[in-house]
């Protein structure tokens, strides 16, 4: 057993937390792909078995070397790809039950933890479930290892060692690179190699070492992977949240369970969580469906045609009419594309021209007419020929200029002819289907 072997298992057990901080572009990812593959190759036989899960991503060279229309987003065996905290519990069950609890630890690094564990948000969501999560770390046989360009930009419990004298938080160990440093101890040595090559670690309870980081198959990249070989993405920015997961509760659940029934307590939440997810789901799409239903009865009241709606809403005829005929709760008699619906539509948009007509007329034989209208005028819609009326706009500026001067003088009187349009005959533009939409979409009936 070697000296660097000996080390590696006394800082790489469950329940170790990591973290390296170090400028961007300065090797922090580099180092924890090339440890992380020399730990999943048992090249330290005294840590054990072990298996990553990080928000790192990593391509697959499926054809020759430089060639990106071959590359894929995929890991190597024992390398897992997560982006919320509710993938990695099954993993973890999955791992134990593979390699049994004593033989193997899962460790989950953590890429941009500043993006997820700011310093001012100590309180949110996901900082909350991290601070439990690394309470309990070590009964799932986990290690984290959290990078980040500056140990400042996190909160105490995620970037103090954990016998810190003023602060204590969860931290075992630390990696950090200062080329300066490393220069330093290069020369002091009198070694042949590039400071980029060293970072310093340091655990807790032990004086600081320095550790010569390879490059390996993993760090290279996509250009020079060759075929059937894997890298890092070295420069997608990672993420990671809590996802569709109440790990509160989780953290409940798991609370006073043996660690033999632990596995087994995993995959009842996870099938539970999954059930619930399901109800979810067909409850939200209960929900749409009968906001589409309504949104459709609303248009056919408003005079529209089934294909204009379909065009409009991006739906088909054939769903639409399903839809408002068994999930619409606007009224009980919704109307079928039948003859007499053909024959009410006819009528009604006869009704209109008359109407129009009607306006027309009062407007041009009265000139005087006070510019003042109701506020409720801009939810309405107004068919026009087809070429788009710029009379009458919904939202438009000016009726609510009008509607605030009529409520200062206390006049009830509208102004008819800004609210004219042209005489329908059954074209509508694109933007008018839009206004049609938007305003059945809104609350107001």
């Not at 792909?33 to 330290?44: F, M, N, T």
């Not at 065009?311 to 709760?329: H, I, S």
Request: aromatic share 8%.
């Amino acid at each position: 057993m070697t000296q660097i072997d000996d080390f590696m298992a006394h800082i790489f057990h469950p329940g170790a937390v990591h973290l390296t901080s170090g400028t961007k572009g300065g090797g922090k990812s580099h180092t924890a792909i090339a440890v992380a593959e020399q730990l999943v190759h048992d090249v330290y036989p005294s840590v054990g078995k072990v298996v990553v899960a990080t928000n790192i991503t990593m391509y697959h060279q499926c054809g020759d070397l430089g060639n990106e229309e071959t590359l894929i987003e995929d890991t190597p065996e024992n390398i897992h790809h997560i982006e919320t905290m509710e993938e990695l519990f099954p993993i973890v069950a999955d791992t134990i039950e593979k390699y049994g609890r004593e033989k193997v630890l899962i460790l989950l690094i953590l890429d941009e933890a500043q993006n997820f564990l700011l310093g001012d948000l100590n309180y949110g969501n996901l900082t909350v479930a991290m601070k439990e999560f690394m309470g309990i770390i070590r009964k799932f046989n986990m290690a984290v290892w959290f990078l980040t360009p500056s140990d400042r930009n996190i909160g105490p419990a995620f970037r103090n060692f954990m016998n810190d004298d003023n602060d204590p938080g969860n931290v075992t160990v630390k990696w950090r690179k200062d080329l300066a440093i490393n220069t330093k101890y290069i020369n002091a040595k009198k070694l042949e190699m590039d400071p980029k090559e060293l970072i310093a670690v340091k655990s807790y309870d032990m004086d600081p070492v320095f550790l010569r980081i390879p490059i390996t198959e993993w760090t290279k990249t996509w250009k020079t992977t060759e075929k059937d070989g894997y890298c890092y993405d070295h420069e997608s920015s990672a993420t990671f949240k809590v996802g569709n997961f109440d790990f509160l509760n989780f953290n409940d659940r798991m609370g006073g369970v043996s660690s033999i029934k632990a596995m087994s307590t995993i995959r009842a939440y996870y099938k539970e969580h999954e059930i619930a997810s399901e109800d979810k789901i067909n409850a939200m799409q209960n929900i749409e469906n009968e906001r589409v239903a309504n949104v459709t009865y609303r248009l056919r009241k408003l005079g529209l045609t089934w294909d204009a709606i379909s065009f409009a809403l991006d739906v088909p005829v054939t769903t639409l009419q399903r839809k408002m005929k068994n999930n619409c709760t606007i009224s009980e008699n919704n109307e079928d594309d039948d003859e007499n619906s053909i024959k009410n539509e006819t009528n009604k948009q006869k009704s209109i021209k008359k109407i129009n007509k009607s306006r027309l007329k009062k407007n041009n034989a009265s000139k005087k007419t006070n510019h003042q209208t109701r506020g409720g005028l801009a939810s309405n819609i107004y068919l026009s020929n087809g070429k788009g009326s710029k009379e009458c706009i919904l939202g438009d500026p000016r009726l609510k200029d009008d509607f605030e001067k009529s409520s200062e003088n206390g006049s009830n009187e509208i102004n008819e002819s800004r609210i004219d349009t042209s005489i329908p005959n059954g074209k509508y533009t694109f933007d008018e289907l839009n206004r049609a939409a938007d305003c059945c979409l809104s609350d107001s009936d």
